[in-house]
Nanobody
Framework: QVQLVQSGGGLVQAGGSLTLSCEDS????????VGWYRQATGKQRELVAL???????RYTDSVKGRFTISRDNAKNTLYLQMNDLKPEDTAVYYC??????????????WGQGTQVTVSS
């Protein structure tokens, strides 16, 4: 069964750093756009960052300059390095693999989610 398995996350003080990882057990990871979404309590799931098959990236404005998305195609693994964390970054973070190679395709597979909590 193809799946995305997440690791990382936890509790950190404001200004701290965390790294999330997401390993894909499938065979086409390098060909797809992959990324991270998050969902805070009582809010809709929102896009955080994407990385395309060729390494091009997109970020939501609120994380630009603080978060870095990266991928290691040899390991079928996606990463999210989060620096200067703020209480408003508190959410459950989900990795996703899109159905296609471009940013305009849609999420087709989700990780199990991991909690990130930033204390003030």
């Amino acid at each position: 069964q193809v799946q995305l398995v997440q690791s990382g996350g936890g509790l950190v003080q404001a200004g701290g750093s965390l790294t999330l990882s997401c390993e894909d057990s499938g065979s086409n990871f390098s060909l797809k756009t992959v990324g991270w979404y998050r969902q805070a309590t009582g809010k809709q799931r929102e896009l955080v960052a994407l990385v395309r098959y060729d390494g091009a990236t997109r970020y939501t404005d609120s994380v630009k300059g603080r978060f870095t998305i990266s991928r290691d195609n040899a390991k079928n693994t996606l990463y999210l390095q989060m620096n200067d964390l703020k209480p408003e970054d508190t959410a459950v973070y989900y990795c996703t693999k899109y159905s296609g190679s471009s940013f305009i395709s849609n999420p087709s597979l989700w990780g199990q989610g991991t909690q990130v909590t930033v204390s003030s």
